[in-house]
């Protein structure tokens, strides 16, 4: 028998064992041991499928969406995604709305700027959620992703 080794911690590690009694981790049989000191691969891919960066997605997400273009980063990576489309619709219609309160709060009166002052509020409110929740889908793919669910 061959003595086989923990790829995570290197401990011996049982011919029939399939993971290691230290560390848990699982350990690969004889006839599929990977090559120790090949490279090791990163923890993190920075490109995507499609040959894609996602400093990139993440940009594009980032500054054109504080003024209204939300979803670029989602498009850039797949502009048949549904979800970067309704993002940029989303935000430039939140955007255009918030612009037109803006410009109807200098006309209005006082009980109407009350008015104009908790639209803007709840325009607001969904205009960041939006922009915060295009710009994780564009770095993480999902939402979800980031909360590791």
């Known amino acids: 028998m061959t003595e086989r080794r923990c790829p995570n911690c290197g401990e011996i590690v049982p011919s029939l064992s399939?993971?290691?009694p230290k560390c848990y981790s699982s350990?690969?049989?004889n006839d599929d041991v990977p090559d120790m000191n090949?490279?090791?691969p990163r923890e993190r891919e920075e490109r995507i499928?499609?040959?894609?960066?996602?400093?990139i997605a993440t940009?594009?997400?980032?500054?054109p969406g504080i003024f209204g273009?939300?979803?670029?980063?989602?498009?850039?990576?797949?502009?048949?995604?549904?979800?970067?489309?309704?993002?940029?619709i989303f935000g430039a219609?939140?955007?255009?709305?918030i612009y037109l309160c803006i410009g109807w709060w200098l006309?209005?009166?006082?009980?109407?700027?009350?008015?104009?002052?908790?639209?803007?509020?709840?325009?607001?409110?969904?205009y960041i959620s939006s922009y915060l929740a295009q710009l994780a889908d564009a770095h993480f793919g999902s939402v979800l992703k980031m909360f590791r669910f």
Do not use: N
């Not at 499928?49 to 400093?55: A, E, F, H, I």
């Not at 940009?59 to 500054?63: F, K, Q």
């Not at 209005?108 to 969904?126: D, H, K, W």
């Open 27 to 29: 350990v690969p049989r």
């Open 93 to 97: 219609v939140l955007f255009a709305l």
């Open 107 to 126: 006309d209005a009166g006082s009980f109407t700027r009350v008015l104009l002052l908790l639209l803007l509020v709840i325009l607001a409110v969904l």
């Open 38 to 40: 090949g490279p090791k």
């Open 18 to 20: 399939v993971t290691c």
């Open 59 to 63: 940009l594009l997400a980032a500054i």
């Open 69 to 88: 273009l939300q979803g670029l980063g989602r498009i850039y990576l797949d502009y048949r995604s549904e979800k970067g489309w309704l993002f940029l």
């Open 49 to 55: 499928p499609g040959d894609k960066s996602v400093l």
